[in-house]
Nanobody, 126 residues
Framework: QVQVVESGGGLVQAGGSLRLSCTFS????????MGWFRQAPGKGREGVSC????????DYIESVKGRFTISRDNAKSTLYLQMNNLKPDDTSMYYC???????????????????WGQGTQVTVSS
């Protein structure tokens, strides 16, 4: 059974930083693309960042470029999202997700991912 667990969310002032972590079990980690998504109340889920299975390719939505960094530690089966210079518009529930299929191209499309965590709340105060 695949388990995906996010952590690291919290309340932070604008300009502050948080690092989200996501651990995976029940599947092989090092050969799968992964991503971070967020969903605010009343809005759709949007892809924030993704990383290819080998860590050599990453992508970000425009609004977080230069502020967020996605990374992975295959030895620890853990995905990270370092978030700096946070803004109130970043307030959302953040989810990590992994594809069922191995290798391939990583994307920011939520429909391309099969296993999801329960989410961790990030709140940025102004």
């Amino acid at each position: 059974q695949v388990q995906v667990v996010e952590s690291g969310g919290g309340l932070v002032q604008a300009g502050g930083s948080l690092r989200l972590s996501c651990t995976f079990s029940g599947l092989t980690f090092g050969n799968r693309n992964m991503g971070w998504f967020r969903q605010a109340p009343g809005k759709g889920r949007e892809g924030v960042s993704c990383i290819r299975w080998d860590g050599d390719m990453t992508d970000y939505i425009e609004s977080v470029k230069g502020r967020f960094t996605i990374s992975r530690d295959n030895a620890k089966s853990t995905l990270y999202l370092q978030m700096n210079n946070l803004k109130p518009d970043d307030t959302s529930m953040y989810y990590c997700a992994v594809r069922k299929y191995t290798y391939g191209r990583s994307t920011l499309a939520a429909g391309d991912y099969d296993y999801w965590g329960q989410g961790t709340q990030v709140t940025v105060s102004s």
